[in-house]
């Protein structure tokens, strides 16, 4: 594959698997939770990724950043998805909504924020950018599509989204809205500002090391500055954005379930029932053969839909890439743990987690229903 | 968890171990065998063998299990799970004080005893409804009743008077005295389900004979109701040479000295059951707490299972139309597009796909409790035990001559020689095929209708007001215990191959 051509490359991915193996052994995501609730959140970890160099990777290397492309970032994130799936989110959110800064902006002052994002990945507190993912599925008299509004002083922003990654840890939050005639327009809001329309998160049980929250703006003042896009410039971003969010989150579900399945694999070979590793009863073959087929048809889904040039026909390769993916995850989670049976159930094992993890990453971008209706964003 | 990428070893199929049914077990299946219309004859002849009060009392049991978990089971759901998760040894008594009024924990006890003197399909219809509002509440009220059942198989009325009949009357006065049932060891899972892998299994549980009984050693692991039960029907070898042969069953005392509860596991799900390591070291259990003859374990084993796996299947039956119901009721809130989600094709296929899917894993798990009522009937409340029991008065059976007398093994003997003719290996096998079948399924589509359900509702399913993902959690534990369906397909198969024609 070409990414494994370059050799620097290839130790970019060593570096991301090392990273993946740390937030393995250091993290306890559940204690995470428990601990901090949504907003007191493990910066260690961040810092760690950018001293990794991990978090401005895909910046162009003028910028600082690596240069990472699309299908290096496929790789990297699997990694990390390997490791902890909610640790992954968090990068592959800030890696989303700095793709599409860096895609749309032309502006010099968010040019020398992505050059200063990049210097100081390393730093405390290192600067995070996050995406607001529009829910089109409402309540009864809450604002459905997200509407941005020209009045005499300014514009006025009014919907309601689901923040992957909660803005108290970003500094840049990119939100899509429309504005006069449906007309798509990209918005890069400054994080702090958007803390006013906190909805209270649900108890979420995946994605623990993510905090999550969910927004809910019936009428917010904003200013020309932080309109990144408009018109055409914007349709090519939404895609841009959505591709990068659907990828990201793609290539997560494939370390998740490819780790899951490896587990399995070893623990299946080790255990013995009826005087024998359970793996040489071809009941539990089979699942684990099963697993590592379907791991496979995703992963080379993930990399088919990354290496589409198109940015329309890439979206849409991407989006049902996920489906399909976001699938697999669930289910190759759910015969690792059956293959582990009563210890697969259990916190101590670190499969369970990883079926929770699964879950939430098919479910957080918005449910199947969306689809069905076509009201996607 | 180790490293993902450490490697596994891998083994190419000529090395798969090809079968575990032995080949003249497999011969006896008929090619025919699954076109033939036996379960259904079955049940026809069943129905018509019940009296009326068997299905009056469905419908009470049911509404009234329904009633319970709409007042007091679903309110508390959601906290209860909190406040595991925060110290995973709580245990909602309070819960277990209401449900005594309900008398859920005596449902299955003869009435001679005290009791309801319903059956396995009344369980199974009761564990559905509570586990509508928690999986984790239906789960210990069924362990509950699976391991009163065992000791109510064997027949033995003196064990029924001094602990089973106490059971009944301390829930009268609103106290639950819980049971559980201890098979499962830390090196042996699928192994002690079955008497064939018994045989090659690492048993780590034995019993000593000493003078006026046993005393037992080893561990026990996913015990539920492990931590709370005051009384455990454990399996354990008496002779470490030959498991399988000597597998017998007794009731310990979690009061007893040398019995300890280890750890008490951390769980995806059902959380309200507790599951926990249970430890004995020498602890001594007399004679008298012997359920039927030494080695006699693995069918006794086998009986329990037969009557337990119907009731799982009820479980994820339960968390499937939760979700289900969930989904209703979001898609007829939520809008989209200017319409209501329920008057969206799209929503309404998959709501009638999913309530089909309900109705035949109900049809199923209803089918094997109602085979299995049959042999419970037969061994418990058939009109002549019925009699016997009422007849008796309750302290005759508690003195000392009688004590000798039912511990003796003459009488364990014939009690078990009355259980081997009502159960005979054909019948049990077939009440079993139905068991697993029913407890795959039912789990199957608890998992699959609660996936689906989250995976419509999208970030939906994490609100508090539409508990669908921890439906989905609890559900995949019902594809675990009670045998993993790995298990439970090997038990099918090797059952079909023991059923005659019928």
Wanted: proline share 4%.
């Amino acid at each position: 594959m070409e990414w494994y051509e370059n050799e620097d490359r290839a130790m970019f991915a060593e570096t991301a698997r090392k990273f993946a193996d740390f937030t393995l052994e250091h993290i306890d995501g559940e204690a995470m939770h428990e601990r901090t609730g949504p907003l007191d959140f493990d910066w260690k970890i961040i810092e760690r990724a950018g001293q990794a160099g991990v978090s401005a990777a895909p910046l162009p290397e003028e910028m600082g950043g690596a240069g990472l492309g699309r299908l290096g970032r496929a790789v990297v994130l699997e990694r990390l998805g390997m490791g902890m799936a909610g640790v992954a989110a968090v990068i592959g959110v800030h890696w989303a909504g700095l793709c599409a800064l860096a895609g749309a902006a032309d502006d010099k002052a968010v040019l020398s924020w992505l050059t200063e994002a990049a210097a100081k990945s390393a730093d405390e507190k290192p600067p995070l950018c996050g995406v607001a993912s529009p829910l089109q599925v409402v309540d009864d008299g809450d604002p459905v599509t997200p509407e941005l509004e020209e009045r005499d002083s300014g514009y006025r922003l009014k919907g309601r989204f689901i923040c992957p990654v909660h803005p108290g840890v970003l500094s840049k939050v990119m939100a899509p809205a429309y504005g006069e005639d449906r007309k798509p327009v990209i918005l890069c809001l400054e994080a702090r500002g958007l803390l006013d329309y906190i909805e209270p998160a649900y108890p979420g049980t995946g994605l623990l090391e993510t905090p999550m929250a969910g927004l809910k703006i019936s009428e917010k003042a904003a200013g020309a500055e932080d309109i990144i896009a408009e018109a055409e410039k914007a349709r090519a971003s939404l895609l841009e954005i959505k591709r990068e969010l659907y990828a990201n989150f793609a290539a997560i579900v494939v370390g998740n379930a490819a780790a899951a399945a490896s587990y399995a694999r070893q623990y299946s070979s080790e255990r013995e029932q009826t005087g024998r590793p359970i793996i040489l009863h071809q009941d539990v073959a089979r699942v684990i053969e099963d697993m590592d087929v379907r791991v496979e048809a995703a992963r080379d889904m993930l990399f088919t839909a990354a290496a589409v040039e198109d940015p329309v026909a890439g979206e849409a390769r991407t989006r049902r890439a996920f489906l399909f993916i976001a699938g697999v995850g669930e289910s190759v989670c759910l015969d690792a743990i059956q293959a582990l049976g009563g210890y697969g159930y259990m916190k101590d094992y670190g499969l369970e987690r990883r079926l929770r993890d699964a879950k939430t990453l098919q479910v957080l971008l918005g449910g199947h229903a969306r689809d069905w209706i076509g009201a996607g964003w | 968890m180790n490293s993902p990428n450490a490697d596994a070893r891998e083994i190419g199929p000529t090395t798969l171990f090809s079968s575990i049914t032995p080949a003249e077990e497999t011969d006896a299946i008929y090619s025919d065998f699954p076109f033939s219309w036996g379960e259904v004859d079955g049940l026809f002849r069943l129905a018509r063998r019940y009296p009326s009060s068997y299905f009056r009392n469905l419908t009470r049991i049911r509404e009234r299990a329904r009633a319970f978990s709409d007042r007091v089971i679903r309110p508390r759901a959601i906290e209860i799970e909190k406040l595991v998760s925060r110290d995973h040894g709580y245990f909602s008594w309070d819960v277990m004080e209401e449900a005594c009024k309900e008398r859920f924990f005596s449902m299955i006890i003869p009435e001679a005893f005290d009791g309801l003197g319903m059956g396995v399909l009344h369980m199974a219809a009761m564990a559905e409804e509570l586990a509508v509002g928690c999986a984790g509440l239906a789960s210990t009220i069924g362990v509950h009743s699976a391991g009163i059942s065992c000791g109510l198989i064997s027949i033995d009325a003196y064990l029924l008077e001094k602990y089973i009949r106490p059971v009944a009357l301390a829930e009268k006065r609103g106290e639950p005295v819980l049971w559980a049932g201890a098979v499962t060891e830390p090196f042996a899972g699928t192994d002690i389900w079955d008497e064939d892998f018994l045989k090659k299994g690492k048993i780590v549980t034995f019993a000593k004979k000493v003078p006026g009984g046993y005393r037992l050693n080893g561990r026990k692991v996913f015990i539920s109701n492990g931590s709370v039960a005051r009384w455990i029907v454990t399996a354990a070898a008496t002779d470490p040479r030959s498991p399988a042969e000597s597998w017998t069953i007794f009731l310990v005392d979690s009061e007893s000295e040398g019995f300890s509860v280890g750890r008490v596991e951390r769980k995806m799900g059902q959380k309200a059951s507790p599951a926990a390591e249970l430890i004995m070291e020498d602890v001594f259990v007399p004679h008298e707490r012997q359920i039927g003859e030494e080695g006699k374990g693995a069918r006794y084993v086998s009986i329990y299972l037969a009557g337990s796996r119907g009731p799982v299947g009820a479980i994820g039956v339960g968390c499937a139309r939760r979700s289900l119901e969930c989904l209703i009721d979001w898609s007829k809130q939520k809008k989209s597009r200017g319409g209501r989600m329920i008057d969206q094709q799209a929503i309404q296929i998959t709501i009638a796909r999913m309530s089909g899917d309900i109705a035949a894993a109900r049809g199923l798990y209803v089918a094997s409790c109602l085979a299995c009522d049959e042999i419970f009937h037969e061994i418990i409340g058939g009109p002549l035990q019925k009699a016997a029991l009422k007849l008796t008065p309750n302290g005759l059976l508690l003195n000392e001559g009688a004590k000798r007398i039912f511990s003796s093994r003459l009488w364990r003997g014939a009690c078990d020689w009355l259980l081997d003719r009502t159960v005979p290996d054909d019948r049990l096998a077939y009440i079993s095929r139905l068991a697993t079948a029913a407890k795959r399924m039912g789990s199957e589509i608890g998992v699959r209708v609660s996936g689906e359900v989250a995976r419509v509702m999208g970030p939906d399913a994490y609100d508090p007001r539409w508990p669908v993902e921890k439906a989905y959690r609890d559900a995949k534990l019902t594809m675990i215990y009670e045998g993993t369906n790995q298990a439970n397909d090997i038990t099918h198969f090797k059952d079909m191959a023991r059923t005659m024609r019928r």
